[in-house]
């Protein structure tokens, strides 16, 4: 097939399934053929979006950012299953990157992670609270280049985007960064219309219907099946789904070790999924036989509960874990003949319930509950379950489960304190591990733990005046250390305060009069950083236990040792 007809059929989708969504009212004065261009490069951008991050074409082109100033970002979208942010650059022209290009394109990049909005547009300026919180939450970060070129680019090229790769991930592997050229995109031209069009089949066994099969319908599916859902249509599939924004990382791990290592408990510690759909046909049989094992079509399928249950199968099928022995509860629902707000309505109530997550199993700690009633009899108010709420007018302090966390993290010493920046579930998921020993071990003094908090609190109100009177990177550099600078600073006053037997005010009063202390300790972070990390993600670097400690012993003696 010739490059001209390649490109032909591309431009064909995108402007039937791509512009007609494409916002271009910033560019409306353009001239007409200029005006189609930058459409198509839009365009082009939004399917890139929808084939990464399998969405719906309307949705992927309100990811696209491309513009005047845009820093080389044509577009950045968030996959929340697989914690994953895409970011776009895309060329609608038939040769290939040059070096130029790319440096572009790394160089707003690297503007993103450092939090540095200066160079860029009012759309990325507009969405940088959700694209900052989006790169906190992640755990992947995936660069794509995207051009109507059949040929790879050249080895100088591809040495820009290597070194940059391989600088963002000196601390750790966070970014990868793909080329994506005219085979590629050829290849997946349909994307919108397979996002949109989602009918499948499914195998059910020991199926059963309170009235009419083409209604609802319930039974049990292999693992393999929804894995394969998962791998075709991706986040597509939930795109109804109102929970799927609170979907975690850790879930899916504790998800996915059932799935690897008792997967024949899987049916049993899971709670299935709940499926909508347009229509509901068997095939083959007008009537078919309840109790056995049949073939259903259905049309416009959408996950609306359990997409942490799919997602994990869709990775485990990924690595290429069996399936053979595992199976999963569905209800199918159709939405046919039914009031409008109907699939709405199911969503909502299906999702009413919480998952349980890793944090529930604290709850099997009895020591927790113990916690909670002494500090309840003292005046203050500890919630460890899901659900608790605050109370800062009948106690004299109130605090959760993940603040005492932190807090006890930070006062337990640097390895902790990353760990649980880094992912905290890691510190609950094993309530008999040694991490949750070492936090929350049996002879916990329960003023430790307050006083801990009212360290965190306190440190975090002084602290966040040096992050909001920073500005882009070394911003983004304090941000990232808090916890170690937390650290620090306990340490520091434990050298001469014994912590359960402080009050409050001893705290309050220990960290005023050492404001100055504090403000040093950021900025020696800070400095420290960029001496050894200064071309690298600051977001890796404070994951990584052993270089913040190497960095923590540095700001000890530069810091801590000058103040004596």
Not at 49 to 78: K, R
Not at 87 to 100: A, C, G, L
């Amino acid at each position: 097939m010739t490059v001209t007809l390649q490109v032909n059929q591309i431009q064909d989708r995108l402007e039937k399934d791509f512009v007609p969504y494409i916002d271009t009212s910033d560019i409306q004065h353009h001239s007409r053929m200029n005006l189609e261009k930058q459409q198509l490069t839009r365009a082009l951008a939004a399917m890139c979006i929808a084939v990464h991050s399998h969405i719906p074409a309307q949705e992927a082109a309100a990811c696209v950012t491309d513009g005047a100033n845009d820093d080389g970002i044509d577009a950045i979208s968030y996959s929340n299953i697989t914690k994953t942010v895409y970011i776009i650059q895309s060329k609608y022209q038939e040769h290939t990157p040059s070096p130029t290009d790319v440096e572009k394109f790394t160089r707003g990049i690297r503007h993103l992670l450092d939090g540095n909005y200066d160079f860029m547009n009012r759309k990325l300026q507009s969405r940088r609270e959700e694209i900052d919180e989006n790169l906190n939450d992640c755990d992947h970060i995936v660069a794509v280049f995207c051009y109507l070129s059949p040929d790879a680019p050249a080895e100088e090229t591809l040495d820009v985007s290597t070194k940059f790769t391989n600088d963002i991930n000196a601390s750790g592997n966070i970014l990868e960064f793909q080329y994506m050229k005219l085979n590629d995109i050829h290849a997946e031209r349909r994307i919108a219309q397979t996002m949109e069009n989602a009918e499948v089949d499914l195998q059910v066994e020991k199926w059963l219907t309170p009235g009419d099969y083409k209604k609802e319908i319930m039974g049990i599916v292999t693992g393999n099946q929804i894995a394969e859902l998962y791998t075709r249509f991706g986040d597509a599939l939930f795109d109804n789904n109102i929970r799927k924004v609170i979907q975690n990382s850790e879930t899916n791990n504790l998800i996915l070790d059932t799935i690897r290592n008792t997967p024949t408990s899987f049916w049993a510690y899971n709670n299935g999924i709940t499926i909508l759909a347009n229509t509901i046909n068997c095939i083959g049989k007008p009537r078919p036989s309840l109790s056995g094992s049949e073939r259903f079509k259905l049309s416009s399928v959408s996950i609306v509960n359990g997409a942490q249950t799919s997602g994990a199968l869709g990775r485990a099928l990924g690595e290429g874990i069996p399936l053979d022995d595992i199976y999963v509860t569905v209800r199918i629902i159709s939405t046919e003949d039914q009031e409008e707000d109907f699939g709405q309505n199911v969503t909502r109530f299906t999702n009413t319930q919480n998952t349980i997550g890793v944090r529930e199993f604290v709850a099997l700690d009895p020591n927790q509950e113990y916690w909670h009633q002494t500090l309840r009899d003292a005046g203050y108010l500890y919630t460890y379950k899901t659900g608790g709420q605050p109370d800062n007018e009948d106690f004299r302090l109130s605090f959760g489960l993940e603040e005492a966390t932190r807090a006890l993290a930070c006062l337990s010493g640097i390895e902790d304190a990353t760990r649980t920046k880094s992912k905290i579930s890691q510190m609950w998921s094993n309530i008999e591990g040694e991490r949750y020993k070492r936090l929350f071990p049996e002879e916990l003094n329960v003023m430790t733990m307050v006083n801990a908090v009212i360290f965190w609190r306190s440190f975090n109100d002084l602290y966040s005046q040096f992050i909001s009177s920073s500005e882009g990177k070394r911003k983004k550099v304090l941000q990232e250390g808090t916890y170690a600078c937390c650290t620090l600073a306990m340490e520091k006053f434990g050298y001469d305060h014994v912590l359960p037997d402080v009050e409050r005010q001893d705290i309050e009063d220990w960290l005023e009069s050492n404001a100055r202390l504090i403000e040093q300790l950021a900025s020696a972070c800070f400095d420290q950083h960029e001496a050894v990390n200064g071309s690298g993600y600051a977001g890796s670097f404070f994951k990584n236990s052993d270089k913040v400690s190497n960095l923590a012993d540095t700001l000890r003696q530069t810091v801590l040792h000058q103040s004596w």
